[in-house]
């Protein structure tokens, strides 16, 4: 199970974190993602990181946001963060926390098995 929090309005070059909480799975060989999706739009990959150090994986980002987001993942929490910075308005979306297992590079959203619900993200210009 995934659960994102920490969505809400920020301000045009502000800065927002959004954390996605895993329960339910002791699988470590597992790649975390965030997702978004704006309205009339498609889902869109946003960044993904292997769940566990030891893969040895790096993580990776849309080109859209590379350099302003930052995500990571806390062992002892069990989550994965997305920080955003210098948010625009074009990253208004309902973002998404998903899993998929392997730690292949994948972009795709028909590729991830599991899904949060959502939390909504809009950045005022």
């Known amino acids: 199970q995934l659960v994102e929090s920490g969505g809400g309005l920020v301000q045009s070059g502000g800065s927002l974190g959004l954390s996605c909480s895993i329960s339910?799975?002791?699988?470590?060989?597992?790649?975390m993602a965030w997702f978004r999706q704006a309205p009339g739009k498609e889902r869109a990959f946003v960044a993904a990181i292997p769940k566990s150090a030891w893969s040895g994986g790096a993580e990776y980002y849309a080109e859209a946001v590379k350099g302003r987001f930052t995500i990571s993942r806390d062992a002892a929490k069990n989550t994965v963060e997305l920080q955003m910075n210098s948010l625009k308005p074009e990253d208004t979306a309902v973002y998404y926390c998903a899993a998929r297992e392997g730690f292949s590079r994948v972009t795709t959203p028909g590729r991830y098995d599991y899904w949060g619900q959502g939390t909504q993200v809009t950045v005022s210009s």
């Open positions: 339910g799975s002791t699988n470590s060989r597992i790649t």
